[in-house]
C-alpha cells in the first residue's frame, strides 16, 4: 500500500469502478480501490492497474483508513438495494464533513432519501449521474452532480478533470440540489431510448421499404450523421458494417429482436405522468421495447394476419432523413421540457443551458445537435425547443417529410411508433384546437366533472340525459 493518503476513493470494481479509477488517476489524483469480491480488486490491481497510483484494499476499514479527509467515496455498484447496504457500512467508519458520490443509475427518489439519512449523520451525498458508458467512463464521461454545493466544491477538480474536456470546459457541472443530478441523468437516459428508436424505426424502413443492404444503410447513416456528430448514429454505422465471423454475414442479422431495459426509460415516462408533462416519444420507445418483448406471441400472430409492404414512393429516403432528424430533435424537446417542469416541482433551478452543454460530449445522447439547443436556451423565457428559431425552421422544412414517412409506413405491417408519436406531438403542440372539448363533454356527461365553455369565464354542467328514464 501507498504511504501516502488516497485524494479519492472507489468503490466497486466492476466496468465502471475499474474505468474511473483509471481515469482520475490518469488526471493525476491518488485513488484507492475497494470491490465486495476482493478477487477483482486483485486481479484489476494486478492487471489493469498494475503501474498506477491505484491503491487496492481489502476491507473497507483499510479503505476507508487509506483516504485524506475530508474523504470522497465515489460508489459505482449495482443500483437499488446494494448502494442502500454499502450506505449503511460506510456511514459507522467515516466522519463529519466526509463525502459519499453515487454514480451509479439511482432513481432520484432514492436519492432524496438517502441526501437525509447521510446529511443527518453530519456527511454530505452527492447524487451523480455518469453517462458514457465503459469508453466514457475511460476517457472522459459527462458527469452530472446533485446535492450540496459545499460537497461539490470540494470534489469539483476532481470530477472535472475526469470528465470529457470541450472548448467551452469540462462535461461536469454542478446541477443543482438534491437528487438533481440523478434526475437530469433519468431525463438523458430517457431521450436516449427515444433516439435509438427512432434510429431502428429508420433501419427498419430503410431494409423493408427501400430494400437496401448493411453496407448500403451503413452509408446514409454515416452520411446523415455528418451534421449531427450523434454518437448514437456514429454506433449504428458501425453496428451495419459489422459482420458475424460464424456466419459470414452481418451480425445484426442474427441478433435476436428482442430488447431489454434496466428500467430509466420507464422511470423517465413514469415521472413526466407524474408531473403532468407528454413525453410520447420516450414512451413510445419503452413501449416498443415491452413489445419487442413478446416475441412468442408476436410469431403466433403474424401467421393470422395478412403483411404489406407497399408504403415507398419516389423520395422517401430523403424523407427518411428528414424524419429521422426530428423525430430526434423532438426527443430532445420532450426530455428537457420534462426537466423544465422537474426543476420548478423540485426546486432544483436547473441551468438548461448547462444541461445541454454536459451532453455536449462523453455521454451517450452526445451530438453537435446540443450546440443550438443549448444556444436556444439562453433565452431564459423558452418554454419549448419548438418555439426556438433555428428548430422552428428544423420543423418547417422538415415536417412535410415527417408526415408522409409516417403515412407511408402506416399502410405497411412495419411499425414507427417513436417517428409517429414525435409527429403527433408536435401537431398537439402546435395546435390552437384539439378535440379535448369532446373529452371534457364526455367527463361531464358520465360524472358530472363540469366544463369550461369557449365564451363564458366559469364552470358549467349540463344534464345529458333524464336519469329518472334512463
Ligand atoms: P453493475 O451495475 O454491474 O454492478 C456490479 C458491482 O456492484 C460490483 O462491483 C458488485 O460487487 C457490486 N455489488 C453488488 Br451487485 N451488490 C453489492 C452489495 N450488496 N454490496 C457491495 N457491492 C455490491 O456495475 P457497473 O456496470 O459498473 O455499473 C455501476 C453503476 O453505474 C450502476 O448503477 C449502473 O447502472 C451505472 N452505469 C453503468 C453504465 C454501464 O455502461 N455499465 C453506464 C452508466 C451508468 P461484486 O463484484 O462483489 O459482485
Redesign the pocket.
Known sequence: MSSEESEFGI???????QNLALNVEESGYQVSVY???GS?TKEFKQQRASDRDIVATYELEDFVSSLERPRKILI????G??VD??IDQLLPLMEEGDIIID????HFQDTNRRVEKVEEEGLYYLGTG?????YG?LHGPSIMPGGHPEAYEEVSDILRSAAAQTPEGPTCEYLGPRSAGHYVKMVHNGIEYAVMQSIAEAYWAMENLLELNHEEMADRFEEWNRPLEAYLMEITVEILRREDEKMGRPLLQMILDTAKQ?GTGKWTSRSALDLGVPTPTITAAVDARLLSSRKDQRGRLSELYETGNSGVYDGFGEDLEDALYLSIVTAYAQGLDLLTVASHEYDYSLDLQDVARIWKDGCIIRSDLLDPISESYSDSELDTLLASKKFRDDYRDGLNSLQKVVSAISKTNLICPALSASLNYFNSLTSERLPANMIQAQRDYFGAHTYQRVDEEGTFHTEWQDIKNV
Open positions: 468503490i466497486g470494481m466492476a466496468v465502471m469502478g470491490n465486495r469480491t477483482k459505482l455498484v449495482k443500483a438495494d446494494p447496504m454499502v454514480g451509479g443509475n439511482s455518469v453517462s458514457g458508458g465503459e467512463a434496466k
